[in-house]
């Protein structure tokens, strides 16, 4: 399973870092995504990053602000968020990208082992 953590609140500007620790779950060959959930809205792709190769790709919504690592050795997900914008604050949520479904993908249906989300608000 997946553990997401690290959220709170925020002002604009500010940085924060989200991890999300996984358990349980292989991780070789697949990757590791974030999503994010504003209230009435859908869920978003936000990043992903490649387990093994450490390769990541990002939202254009916050390319250049967020950097997405991992530590294999601690089983670890690790989103930095710099320059926090309000349109940033959502329940933010990290899943397995599946094997076999194409890299790049930004489909939350191509994306599983859901852990629960982490709450990022972000004031102005």
């Given at each position: 399973q997946l553990q997401a953590s690290g959220g709170g609140l925020v002002q604009a500007g500010d940085s924060l870092r989200l991890?999300?620790?996984a358990s349980g779950?292989?991780?070789n060959y697949v990757g590791l995504g974030w999503f994010r959930q504003a209230p009435g809205?859908?869920?978003e792709f936000v990043a992903a990053v490649g387990w093994s190769s450490g390769a990541s790709y990002y939202a254009d919504s916050v390319k250049g602000r967020f950097i997405?690592?991992?530590d294999i050795a601690k089983s670890t997900a690790f989103l930095e968020m710099n320059s926090l914008k309000p349109e940033d604050t959502a329940v933010y949520y990290c899943a397995v990208h599946i094997l076999g479904r194409r890299?790049?993908?930004?489909?939350?249906?191509?994306?599983?082992?859901?852990?629960r989300g982490?709450?990022?608000t972000v004031s102005s």
């Amino acid at each position: 399973q997946l553990q997401a953590s690290g959220g709170g609140l925020v002002q604009a500007g500010d940085s924060l870092r989200l991890s999300c620790a996984a358990s349980g779950v292989w991780l070789n060959y697949v990757g590791l995504g974030w999503f994010r959930q504003a209230p009435g809205k859908e869920r978003e792709f936000v990043a992903a990053v490649g387990w093994s190769s450490g390769a990541s790709y990002y939202a254009d919504s916050v390319k250049g602000r967020f950097i997405l690592t991992r530590d294999i050795a601690k089983s670890t997900a690790f989103l930095e968020m710099n320059s926090l914008k309000p349109e940033d604050t959502a329940v933010y949520y990290c899943a397995v990208h599946i094997l076999g479904r194409r890299w790049g993908t930004t489909r939350t249906t191509d994306f599983r082992s859901w852990g629960r989300g982490t709450q990022v608000t972000v004031s102005s």
